[in-house]
């Protein structure tokens, strides 16, 4: 069974610095890696999808690495502002054998706050 | 481009009452389509999922069922809510290129 582990639970920094959140998974036959952020009371909204061939995604200040053979993730958010403030969720997709059916295994989240 | 949509935003509803959420995406044929619930202070938990028309499956029994009538509408309902069914529900579709795409949710309170 899948199991998805995020560290830290809570990260509180001062505006401008550069974080990293950690994403460590159990089982390394995954398709994909998704990070999404959610703001309180909201959806989830996608920030980087790596798939299992590739090793980083970049978006803006955001940048996400996969290694699958030690089953980690890193997202690298750089300069973090006050609107970076949310819950940082990490999942690993994995496909049910034999359907095209793909589950999501997600992590507990980061809640991120950011100060001014 | 792809969208989704998903209604009421929040919902108040009395034990023993039914329920239904409806899910529709848009810009895509033949998508995969889920419900998940998050409940408060734990993770997201996949409660259905969709490959097509009719087809259904179920991650974990419960007081909930899903129905998929249309290529691009998924339905989540229940004859008599519990207490325990209280959450935030999402929908998704998933494809290859985007990986998962979330709708905005509904905030469940059984009261």
């Known amino acids: 069974k899948q199991e998805v582990t995020q560290i830290p639970a809570a990260l509180s920094v001062p505006e401008g610095e550069n974080l990293v959140l950690n994403c460590s998974f159990t089982?390394?036959?995954?398709?994909?890696l998704q990070w999404f952020r959610q703001d309180p009371g909201k959806g989830l909204t996608s920030l980087l999808l790596?798939?299992?061939?590739?090793r980083e995604q970049t978006s803006g200040r955001l940048n996400a690495s996969l290694d699958k053979s030690s089953g980690r993730s890193t997202l690298y958010i750089a300069a973090s502002q006050p609107g970076d403030s949310a819950t940082y969720l990490c999942?690993?997709?994995?496909?049910?054998?034999?359907?095209?059916?793909?589950?999501?295994?997600f992590g507990q989240g980061t809640i991120l706050t950011v100060h001014p | 481009s792809q969208t989704i949509h998903q209604w009421p935003a929040t919902l108040v509803q009395p034990v023993g009452s039914p329920l239904s959420l409806e899910c529709t995406v848009e810009g895509t044929s033949n998508p995969n389509l889920y419900w998940y619930r998050q409940a408060a202070g734990r993770g997201l938990q996949l409660l259905f999922y969709?490959?097509?028309?009719?087809?259904i499956s179920s991650e974990v029994p419960q007081n909930l069922s899903a129905s998929r009538p249309q290529d691009r509408q998924f339905i989540l309902s229940s004859k008599k809510l519990l207490l325990s069914d209280s959450g935030f529900y999402l929908c998704a579709w998933d494809s290859s290129f985007y990986g998962y795409t979330f709708g905005s949710g509904t905030r469940l309170t059984v009261v």
């Open positions: 969709s490959v097509g028309i009719g087809q």
């Open positions: 089982d390394s036959a995954i398709y994909n």
């Open positions: 790596i798939q299992s061939s590739q």
């Open positions: 999942a690993v997709g994995a496909y049910a054998g034999g359907t095209s059916y793909g589950k999501l295994t």
